[in-house]
């Protein structure tokens, strides 16, 4: 079985700080897939990243940052410079190859605050 | 750009009648799904497809069946709507890639679903 851990629900943060959102997975799959989602108050989940499990490279697009570090099973995700329409629902999720459907299995949420 | 529309984005209901999500998608994908989204437990799969007249039970299927009679469309049904059912219900589709792939998962608007 799968499982994402998003132990962060909420963060507030002033514009122009750096915020680091926190993911924890479980499989025990060796061949899966990671992905981060947001959810702005709109309502419609908008694809940020995808990873797979034998790409260890760290990316950055912009003032987007992820971490993948497979020795500690996370897949953190850094906004630098945060402004206000960084605003929304952060979603980690997981799928593996052996997933039936290719289904995703999300953590919890971050909700993030930015305040001007 | 990948387009996925739901027919309402806020529907009230009473306990007890019958309810039809409908979601429909624009790029040809074969994988269709629909997850609930609940404060605290992240998104969870209701149901899936993977074909035409084809369905797969997600995580928490039970109070809910899905049709599929088109590709491009995917309803989900609330036989009997109860107060448990309050949530939000979003649609996501993607390519089926053989041997081994995967695809990104897109997602609709979503419906804000108030059973009373």
């Known amino acids: 079985a799968q499982k994402v851990t998003q132990a962060q629900t909420e963060i507030s943060v002033v514009e122009k700080e750096d915020v680091t959102l926190d993911c924890v997975y479980e499989?025990?799959?060796?061949?899966?897939?990671l992905f981060w989602y947001k959810q702005p108050p709109s309502g419609e989940l908008v694809f940020l990243i995808r990873?797979?499990?034998?790409?260890?490279q760290n990316e950055i697009s912009g003032r987007y940052s992820w971490n993948f570090q497979k020795s500690t099973s996370s897949f953190n995700f850094t906004i630098t410079a945060s402004q206000v329409v960084d605003s929304a629902v952060y979603f980690c999720?997981?799928?593996?190859?052996?997933?039936?459907?290719?289904?995703?299995?999300f953590g919890g949420g971050t909700r993030v605050l930015v305040k001007p | 750009d990948v387009k996925v529309t739901q027919s309402s984005r806020y529907l009230v209901k009473r306990t007890g009648e019958k309810v039809f999500l409908e979601c429909v998608q624009d790029?040809?994908?074969?994988?269709m799904f629909w997850y609930r989204q609940d404060p605290g437990l992240g998104l969870r799969l209701i149901y899936f497809?993977?074909?035409?007249?084809?369905?797969e039970k997600g995580d928490i299927p039970e109070g809910y069946s899905v049709s599929r009679e088109k590709k491009e469309r995917f309803s989900l049904i609330l036989e009997s709507a109860s107060t448990n059912q309050t949530s939000m219900y979003l649609c996501a589709s993607s390519l089926a890639i053989l041997a081994g792939g995967f695809d990104t998962q897109y997602f609709g608007p979503g419906t804000r679903l108030t059973v009373l």
């Open positions: 790029m040809d994908h074969e994988n």
């Open positions: 497809s993977y074909d035409v007249k084809m369905k």
């Open positions: 990873r797979n499990s034998f790409d260890e």
């Open positions: 499989t025990r799959d060796t061949t899966y897939y």
């Open positions: 999720a997981l799928t593996t190859l052996k997933a039936a459907g290719n289904k995703l299995t």
